[in-house]
């Protein structure tokens, strides 16, 4: 069984008064795909923001990397090798693709650091762009861009929040291969999908979360394979 990497028990959060999370449980093992699934509103980014500790956890344990990083500062979590691609990809429109890519740089230990020929073969769109401002991309462009800059800093993890959203087909197809060269690389991903059919061309596993709680944990492909465990899961 391959190591586990990130391991979350019990995780509860929320924002002000509101509660979101009640107890969420998960596990990513290295170089392992696992899809947190569910509708607008379930809990899915809030699940992702707590591990990374943008949303302060109010109870329950995030282990990475055998260390507990629960409560710990965003950045002290990322410095530990987690990376986050958030929804709205924050990536520096003023700056270049390639001064983009050098913002996220970091040492990598142990292994073979990405660079920026490597991510450009893993993002061939990116590569005839490296002199182009991040604001005269596309959508899609600069979500690559978003995933291309996290890879810089060498991750042994990485939360993916809605990678698929808004993205024509081309793209998604360059997305779904990148996910999966990350996992042959040996990264783990945790990514949080509304798309099923994105989610099950990636995926290992799949979390069904719904008003804050898992509902399901199982293969993607149990759940892609059983149409009526999908509708009484997802039922989107």
Known sequence: MAETVLEVEGLRA???????????????ARGEVAAL??????????TLKAIMGLVPPRAGRVRFAGRDIAG????????????????????????TVAENLEVGRRSAEGRDPWTPERLFEVFPNLASM??????????GEQQMLAIARTLMGNPEAVLLDEP??????????????AVLRMKREGIAVLLSEQN???AAAVADRAYVIERG?????????????????RAQQLAL
């Open 196 to 198: 099923f059919d994105f």
């Open 130 to 139: 490296r002199h182009r401002r991040a604001a005269a991309m596309s959508g």
């Open 213 to 229: 709680e898992i509902r399901y944990e199982g293969s993607m492909a149990a759940l892609d394979a059983d149409p009526a465990l």
């Open 72 to 95: 710990l500062a965003a950045f002290r979590i990322a410095r530990l090798g987690l990376g986050y691609v958030p929804e709205d990809r924050r990536i520096f429109t003023d700056l």
């Open 37 to 46: 699934m569910g509708r607008n509103g379930a809990g899915k980014s809030t």
């Open 14 to 28: 929320g924002y002000g008064p509101a509660e979101i999370l009640f107890g969420v449980s998960l596990r990513l």
């Open 164 to 177: 698929s959203e808004g993205l024509a087909p081309v793209i998604l197809e360059l997305m779904a291969e």
